[in-house]
């Protein structure tokens, strides 16, 4: 059976209205949620220990007497990874190296302390420190992610936070070896069996086992998204993430196999995930029709992917190249493939995306895995305004200010003139008592 997604074309009249209708989704998130969340930040607030054994035992299945038995120490986390086969070790070794080397050029690049002096000669620079203490959060439910924990764990580590605790959740005690082994690679100092709104809560305010952190990232369901908004203002976050998306820029010289199976690579997530191709070819985009009904029946995700397609995927038909980086500008879209002969052609016009994947052979999966920045993306057309989770996330920047005799005499002047303009006279005054008297 075909899979029925959108077919549209820019040049139709009533296209600017069809496509918003594809980009649509709602936020919105269910009260009942939000009220249970609440609920759950208070009671941990307030019973701390007790208050994560018994929702952990409710939720997860897993019962302990004491939150130290919720915690897994490096012994294991080490046990873990020796554990692995082979090839699956050397495969994650492999890619949390290329993660961090990807962070350290990041570090060299942004993340370091600078200064100057001025004409006057005062000093005036930036002083860039890392977080004491930064929480992740790594999903444990319908699956397990050990790349989750190597994007927010790797850079936070390079960046020289002095702690790293993270926060799983184990339903009915089960412990994904892969998961405690990307723990021990990435350096992890703390882990906890403890998930759901009531970890979050645990690591914005401490209890008596879990230490409180200073900002909490990682991906989570609609609980944990609720409860990193609830808890923001006491300490950080990463971000509230939507639905995965992918958008596929295509001139049709790249094997229609390979697209559809791009296209189905963000639409396995699950059936909100967004995958949208443009393309100025409408024999092309016929080819990528076939390959995807082709293909489908062999992914065992195949009802959620075609879920995904039908429900918010769409095939579009540009009338350029040039008009497909315009509408993808318009998107903003988490993950951006340019599948063309000439990428760098395109690559310019493209100002809004999370990552942008250059050419045929450089897969989204390859940037979700191993290729080497993160994959903790901006959503939902956030890339207009947000960047992916880097080094400078787990960094924070202090103003530093040494103003000498002399330039007091000329930024004195400058203050008191304006701090009279506010109506601020201790400003003024402040400013005016360092001036060199007549």
């Known amino acids: 059976m075909s899979v029925a997604i959108r077919r549209l074309v820019t040049s139709d009249a009533g296209f600017d209205s069809a496509f918003e209708q594809v980009l649509h989704w709602s936020e919105a998130t269910d009260q009942a949620i939000e009220q249970r969340v609440a609920e759950i930040i208070d009671d941990v607030r307030r019973r701390g220990d007790a208050a994560v054994l018994e929702y952990t035992s409710r939720f997860d299945g897993v019962g302990a007497a004491a939150v130290s038995e919720l915690k897994i120490d490096a012994a294991e ?32 690049a942004c993340g370091r302390s600078w200064t100057y002096r001025d004409d006057d000669g005062s000093l005036l620079g930036q002083k860039v420190t890392p977080l004491d203490r930064v929480g992740i959060y790594v999903p444990g439910g319908k699956a397990a992610y050990p790349s989750s924990v190597l994007m927010n764990a790797l850079p936070a580590k390079v960046a020289g936070v002095g702690e790293i ?8 005690g089960e412990r994904n070896p892969l998961v405690l082994a990307a723990a021990a690679v990435a350096g992890v100092d703390r882990v906890f069996t403890v998930g759901g709104a009531q970890a979050v809560a645990a690591l914005a305010y401490g209890t008596a086992s879990i230490p409180a952190v200073d900002k909490i990232t990682g991906p989570g369901n609609a609980y944990v998204a609720s409860a990193k908004r609830r808890v923001f203002g006491k300490v950080g976050i990463d971000m509230i993430a939507g639905p995965s998306e992918i958008l596929v820029l295509a001139d049709g010289s790249t094997p229609a196999d390979w697209v559809a199976m791009d296209l189905f690579s963000q639409a396995e997530h699950d059936e909100l995930a967004q995958s949208i191709l443009l393309c100025p070819d409408a024999g092309y985009i016929d080819e990528v029709q076939r390959a995807i009904d082709r293909l489908l029946p062999e992914m065992p995700r195949r009802d959620v992917i075609r879920a995904s397609l039908e429900g918010r995927g769409a095939l579009i038909l540009t009338r350029s190249m040039d008009e497909a980086c315009a509408i993808s500008n318009r998107i903003a879209p988490e993950h951006l493939e340019v599948s063309s002969l000439d990428p760098h052609r395109w690559e310019p016009l493209l100002r809004h995306a999370g990552a942008i994947f250059l050419g045929a052979f450089t897969s989204e999966s390859l940037g979700d895995y191993c290729a080497g920045p993160n994959h903790v993306l901006p959503t939902s057309g956030t890339a207009r305004f947000s960047s992916p989770l880097g080094v400078y996330d787990f960094q924070k920047r202090s103003s530093l200010i040494e103003v000498s005799r002399s330039g007091a005499q000329t930024l004195g002047r400058i203050a008191s003139e304006l701090a009279h303009g506010e109506g601020l006279q201790a400003h003024a005054r402040a400013a005016e008592m360092r001036l060199d008297k007549p």
Do not use: F, I, N
């Open 77 to 108: 986390l080490q046990a873990a990874l020796a554990g692995l086969p082979t090839a699956q070790r050397d495969a994650l070794q492999s890619a949390a190296q290329r993660v961090r080397s990807y962070h350290e050029r990041q570090l060299e």
């Open 165 to 172: 605790v993270m926060v799983v959740p184990t339903p009915r």
